[in-house]
């Protein structure tokens, strides 16, 4: 028998994401999941997105942090309950009995509950062992839904090879004390950055969200790379958004009856 786990164990959590998060697929059916779904293993965090953006600054990074089994333990039961949602609306989009289908569903969160109210059970009164559960973390357990966020891992996100964060882990290293921290880049933020009459590396920082003062003390041609890439980012993101603006005008006006014209 190993050791027991203890409710003051640290367990580093893991998440693939893009970095613009606009260029992402939606996984999960519930909008306040999204972005909140997080592995134990890096390898399974390298996986996602599936659909990763090649963008220097688009590209897939690794967020991680450190969690306790009890957060784990409930947030793995809020994935389970995502899980079970939709496995509820393909059984209703595809023509299962509405009585059928929710008492699927219903019979899938007593279950949930009682393997989850177990584990925690076993946790509080120092029982649980601590091989099971690490197994758990890759079985059973292997995901969770949290309900706060872990920074981007310099580290976790450089092995996946995306070449703009290691840029900026470079200038970080260089300049030990700078502010350094990396938010998503919503799509808002960023053309509202570019229309501020900013100096370049101020625009670059005020859109993801980094202290511009790690861009002015950067090497000059480490940064036209980086502020390139971004522009370039931009310029496809401004033009999706017209894109699309244009298609909905146009479906718009094709619904407009010929005698209302």
């Known amino acids: 028998m190993s050791d027991k786990v203890t409710p003051d164990q640290s367990i580093r959590a893991f998440r693939g994401e893009n ?7 939606t996984l999960s059916p519930d909008e ?3 972005g909140r779904w997080y592995g134990f293993t890096a390898d399974k965090a390298k996986r996602y997105p599936f659909d990763k953006s090649p963008s220097i600054l688009g590209g897939a990074v690794t967020r991680t942090m450190d969690v306790s089994p009890d957060e784990i333990i409930e947030a793995a039961r809020k994935a389970r309950y995502q899980h079970a949602k939709s496995a509820l609306t393909f059984n209703l989009k595809n023509g299962v009995e509405k009585s059928k289908a929710e008492n699927i569903y219903f019979k899938d969160l007593n279950e949930i509950d009682d393997f989850h109210t177990s584990v925690k059970k076993q946790l ?4 649980l062992d601590r091989d099971r559960f690490n197994f758990m973390l890759k079985s059973t357990i292997q995901e969770g839904v949290f309900d706060k966020k872990g920074p981007i891992d310099i580290g976790e996100t450089f092995k996946r090879g995306n070449i703009g964060i290691a840029a900026l882990t470079g200038a970080a290293r260089a300049l030990p004390k700078a502010a350094f921290g990396l938010a998503g880049l919503p799509i808002d933020a960023i053309t509202g950055a570019t229309e501020t009459g900013l100096d370049a590396e101020e625009e ?3 859109a993801m969200g980094v202290d511009p003062d790690v861009f002015y003390r950067m090497d000059p041609e480490q940064f036209d790379t980086i502020y390139n890439n971004f522009k370039m980012t931009v310029a496809k993101m401004q033009q999706e ?3 699309d603006a244009k298609k909905a005008s146009g479906e718009m006006r094709s619904a407009v009856p010929l005698d209302a014209m």
């Open 124 to 127: 509080d009164e120092g029982t």
């Open 241 to 243: 958004r017209s894109e």
């Open 32 to 34: 306040d999941a999204v």
């Open 204 to 206: 670059v920082g005020q």
């Open 19 to 25: 970095l613009i998060k606009g260029l992402g697929q």
